[in-house]
């Protein structure tokens, strides 16, 4: 059984060195920097050459009024600068442009200052992260992006201190610690999202729903001293602690079971995805999966589990509770309710409309009334199963027993990717369409509580499987007899394969206008502009530009690293200029790099990428091999033992480490050094600054033996094939 076939989320850990800052010399254009009020971001079209916050505008739209770069003139777009940014980790967050200089932010929370003409780096700042955060953090040690505000640029790194730099110097002006709890060897919670301003303060949420003891909430700072202001739960606390905390969640609490698992700490993370309207002074956000995965009968509404998988609306100067709408009560399916959301303006029943955009994993377009919560519309823009539909009245989804995997393995659309996920939808004002990367991947769910596979560390009680890698066979070591897929599939929704699409739908009617294939169904996310384009990067390495009202391919570009993060665009000197951050990585830590990716065909070396009219070609990365494999310590480990590693592996290691050419080392290719030393490094964490954990608080000593004994083992049967291949 291969690690790819265990189609797990989560993350591990890499080297995290000094913070440092070195005072700059100014970027093309600048004379000052990071110098953003309210006030400005607000006019933000009137500085179209800027592109002031992760989504540019206040209503996160991935949309630009800039038109240089248009529908006539794209096809001479070509390279303009890159660079490096010393890491092989994955890369997520989209750059934020002032005044000629470009900030954003890579692994662990470490954050660039360039120049945006040139590429010329400013200075970086390293929150020296220590690498045992990486081991819960889901999915990768990645970062979704900085803020700017008054000279100063905010991030919050993985292990949940919120950071305040000094644009111009790069030097930390303070950090505080965001987690709600702090207790020694706590690695439950991490952030990997972008903090969003809310007037004169700075909010965050974390992450860690996937794992045991995490419970969400969303913070509030002050933006000049870091002094905290405000805390919101997402979801009830254990009731045997007392009542709760905050009013809303004593009716919250009615909605879930009485039995519930409390210890698993109920989850509902915000983990990304935060937004905020200065005219209403609300605080927007969507929330995580429940603490462990569950599917319970919603028909009543008694078993809701608020605040979990819902649209939440907070007040921003209190951090109460204003409105709230509920995608999916008793969700059980991993489609948490964080994908980023669009504030905007609808034509809706003759009237325009206030309203909140959600291109929700589930597969649903929601389109709410972002004053009052009202739900407007819901629209399905890709297969799905997991639900009937949504109820015209109640707008509760209507149950569908065919996605019930707890009793037996189910084919379900879309799977725990989603149907969409963290990357970035665009909105366009001009054509008034939406523009978002569509994950098309069925999963067959497997309920592992009775299983020798047990329960997985980032899943619980539940495995999911890419329909292509569901091997019944190759599976049945861990998870017993299964079903055929064909059996699985036969009232399935859509095709019984992944692939990744770009659709342009109208979010008034809910009708796709267009679609457009793209290379994987984990490509990257979206960005919209003036010109009548779409820009995509995408895993094979192409940066494709679409016209964006009818679809039409215009210019790809062979950028040679593969993209997951959303491009933008801005204007220095004159120059308009297209960017993207280039890396691999996130969900995909999980499995070996496809074949099709420019991460197998060239590594993963991560950088910045820009464009302009009169460019030229990309400079590629070199290509890489694989080298032989060599041979294997001698097998000490008994059948018995290989087969308790096997089912280890499955639960701690696999959904990083994979086994062939992938994001983390190939742990059959260890050193024969490195295998001397495997207890000290898996127990000890010798090779924690390199990001590796120490995993004595869950391994014994002869866990680790087996463990051992399997990774040999699986080198072996890989030196043996290599060697009969050539032969």
């Known amino acids: 059984m291969t690690p790819r076939q265990i189609l797990l989320s989560a993350a591990v850990l890499l080297l995290a060195s000094c913070s440092k800052g070195t005072a700059p010399s100014p970027g093309a254009g600048a004379t000052h920097f990071g110098e953003v009020d309210e006030a400005r971001l607000v006019a933000s079209d009137r500085e179209p050459e800027q592109w002031l916050s992760p989504g540019r505008d206040t209503g996160g739209s991935y949309y630009s009024p800039l038109q240089d770069i248009n529908d006539a003139t794209v096809q001479r777009l070509g390279f303009a600068w890159e660079h490096a940014l010393g890491t092989k980790r994955g890369l997520e967050a989209t750059p934020v442009v002032v005044d000629g200089v470009m900030y954003t932010s890579g692994n662990w929370g470490r954050v660039y200052a360039l120049d945006a003409a040139t590429g010329r780096e400013l200075w970086n700042y390293d929150p020296g992260v220590d690498g045992q955060w990486g081991r819960y ?3 990768d040690a990645v970062n979704r992006g900085v803020v700017v505000r008054s000279g100063r640029v905010y991030v919050a790194s993985l292990d949940g201190y919120l950071h305040a730099i000094d644009a111009r110097t790069g030097q930390r002006i303070w950090k505080v610690d965001t987690l709600p709890g702090r207790g020694p060897g706590d690695f439950h919670y991490f952030i990997t999202g972008a903090p969003v301003l809310a007037g004169e303060m700075v909010v965050i949420g974390n992450g860690g729903g996937d794992f045991a003891g995490a419970r969400g909430s969303v913070s509030a700072f002050d933006l000049r001293s870091g ?4 805390r919101f739960y997402t979801v009830p606390r254990d009731p045997r602690l007392g ?14 079971d009485k039995n519930y698992r409390w210890e698993f700490g ?29 599917v319970v009968d919603t028909s009543k509404g008694d078993h809701d589990e608020l605040y979990a998988a819902s649209i939440i609306a907070v007040h921003a100067d209190s951090g109460t509770l204003a409105w709230y709408y509920q995608e999916i009560p008793g969700e059980g399916w991993d489609y948490d309710t964080t994908a980023k959301l669009v504030l905007t303006e ?61 009793h037996s393995p189910k084919v379900v659309f879309p799977g725990a990717t989603g149907a969409h996920n963290w990357q970035p939808m665009a909105f366009s004002r001009k054509t008034g369409l939406t523009y978002i990367p569509v994950i098309d991947m069925p999963m067959v769910y497997v309920n592992t509580q009775n299983l020798r596979a047990g329960l997985i560390e980032g899943n619980f009680n539940l495995a999911f499987f890419a329909t292509e890698d569901y091997d019944p066979t190759g599976l049945a070591a861990l998870f017993g007899k299964l079903p055929p897929l064909a059996s699985l599939g036969t009232a399935a929704p859509g095709p019984l394969r992944s692939r990744g699409v770009l659709r342009a739908v109208d979010p008034v009617s809910g009708k796709i206008v267009w679609e457009q294939q793209t290379a994987t169904p984990w490509d990257g996310g979206v960005m919209a502009s003036a010109g009548n384009l779409v820009f995509r990067g995408d895993a094979a390495g192409t940066l494709s530009v679409y016209a964006a009202d009818s679809g039409k391919l215009l210019k790809t570009i062979d950028v040679g690293t593969s993209m997951m993060a959303a491009p933008m665009t801005y204007k220095v000197n004159g120059e308009q200029y297209v960017a993207i951050m280039a890396g691999y990585g996130g969900g995909v830590l999980y499995a070996p790099f496809p074949t099709i990716t420019a991460a197998y065909k060239y590594g993963n070396a991560g950088r910045i990428v820009a464009f302009k009219l009169g460019g030229g070609p990309v400079p590629k990365p070199s290509v890489v091999a694989d080298s032989p494999f060599a041979q294997p310590p001698a097998r000490s480990a008994t059948a018995q033992q290989v087969a308790e590693g096997e089912v280890l592996y499955s639960r701690f290691c696999a959904r990083c480490h994979a086994m062939g050419r992938g994001l983390l080392p190939d742990l059959r290719r260890l050193a024969p050094e490195t295998h001397h030393i495997f207890n000290e490094i898996v127990l000890n964490g010798a090779y924690r600054a390199k990001g590796m954990a120490r995993w004595d608080d869950v391994l014994k000593p002869n866990q680790v033996d087996a463990l051992h004994g399997y990774l040999i083992e699986q080198a072996w049967q890989a030196y043996d094939a290599e060697h009969a291949a050539a032969h």
């Open 243 to 256: 009542p709760q905390d905050q009013p809303h969640l004593e009716a919250a609490l009615k909605t879930w």
């Open 266 to 294: 109920a989850g509902g993370s915000v983990w990304d995805g935060l937004s905020y309207d200065p005219e209403l002074k609300l605080v927007y956000f969507g929330t995580g999966n429940t603490s462990p995965y569950d």
């Open 137 to 139: 953090a889901c999915c």
């Open 346 to 406: 609808l034509p809706i029943g003759g009237q325009l409309r206030r309203v909140l955009l959600q291109a929700s994993k589930n597969g649903f377009l929601y389109v709410l009334d972002r004053a009052t919560g009202e739900f407007l519309s819901a629209a399905p823009y890709a297969a799905v199963n997991w639900t009937g539909g949504i109820d015209p009245k109640t707008h509760r989804p209507i149950p569908a027993a065919g996605a019930d995997w707890t």
């Open 227 to 230: 002094e905290f202001r405000w």
